[in-house]
Structures are given as structure tokens and as C-alpha cells.
């Protein structure tokens, strides 16, 4: 019966470290997601910049028109950004598109993240939204989106 008490204890202490854990990190997350929302409000963090040249990838014919845009999106409660990018396609036939994002410094001599996107199945004249994931955390203010490689290649 000692040890079946002694054994409750513990797991009753695992549990109650793990829950102040969980509420410590919930704290953090919201403190960073508000900066990094009143970074973007302020335009601190944005996709403008000096990015690199954009390569086309395996893709025949350069489709950087097809980019509508690419937002770094809220900070969710683990920390992480959950970057969207928006396509339309204007090709005349269906598309699938592979989209390589970077998260960096504004003057860009810092890489904090990198991303990949893909968006399949966009028919000729429809737009579609892709998400990517970035888990780097703690980002300084004017951090900057690069795309570095968009492609286009025909739906199978």
C-alpha cells in the first residue's frame, strides 16, 4: 500500500510540473506572437527587402508572375510561424507549384529559417493558398521573407 501511495505522489507530481510547464510556455508564445504582430502592424516584419534572385527551379518557363504573395503569418502558441503563399495560375493548363521560402535579417546576413511550399492542382486562371512552417523562435524585429526558388510544372 506504501508503494502504491509513493508511486500516485509521483505521478501526481509529474502531472502538476508538466501542467505549469505547458502554462509557462502558453505565456511565452503570446508574449512573442504580440511583438511579432505588432512588428508586422508596424512593418517591421515584412516580405519587401533585398531578396536574392528568385531561381525557377525544374519549371520550363519562368512563372514569378504567378506569385500573388507570400505573408509570415501570426506566431502560434508553440512559437512557430506558419508562412502562407498565394498563387494564381496563368498557364493554360492545370499547375503545381513548389515554392523555397527563407526567413532572414533585413540586410540579410542572417538566415533564421527556411520553408518549402507546395500547392498542387491550381486549373489555368484559379489562385491557391499554400502553408509552410517556420519553428525558429525568438525573431528579431524586421525579419524578411526571400523567396528563393518558385516554381511551376504541369499537373500530372
Not at 510561424?81 to 533585413?106: C, E
Amino acid at each position: 500500500m506504501k508503494k502504491l501511495l509513493i508511486v500516485i505522489g509521483i505521478l501526481f507530481a509529474l502531472i502538476i510540473g508538466m501542467i505549469g510547464c505547458t502554462a509557462m510556455m502558453a505565456g511565452v508564445a503570446v508574449d512573442v506572437a504580440e511583438d511579432i504582430e505588432a512588428d508586422i502592424e508596424t512593418g517591421a516584419a515584412t516580405t519587401e527587402g533585398d531578396a536574392p534572385t528568385m531561381d525557377q527551379g525544374l519549371g520550363s518557363k519562368d512563372a514569378s508572375a504567378d506569385l500573388v504573395s507570400v505573408e509570415l503569418g501570426p506566431v502560434d502558441i508553440v512559437g512557430w510561424h506558419t508562412p502562407t503563399v498565394t498563387v494564381k495560375n496563368n498557364s493554360d493548363g492545370r499547375s503545381d507549384y513548389s515554392v523555397d521560402i527563407t526567413l532572414t535579417s533585413a540586410d540579410g546576413s542572417v538566415q533564421f529559417d527556411t520553408s518549402w511550399v507546395y500547392i498542387q492542382n491550381v486549373e489555368a486562371g484559379q489562385s491557391a493558398t499554400g502553408e509552410g512552417l517556420f519553428t525558429a523562435e525568438d525573431l528579431p524585429a524586421g525579419v524578411v521573407i526571400n523567396v528563393v526558388e518558385f516554381q511551376r510544372t504541369a499537373s500530372v
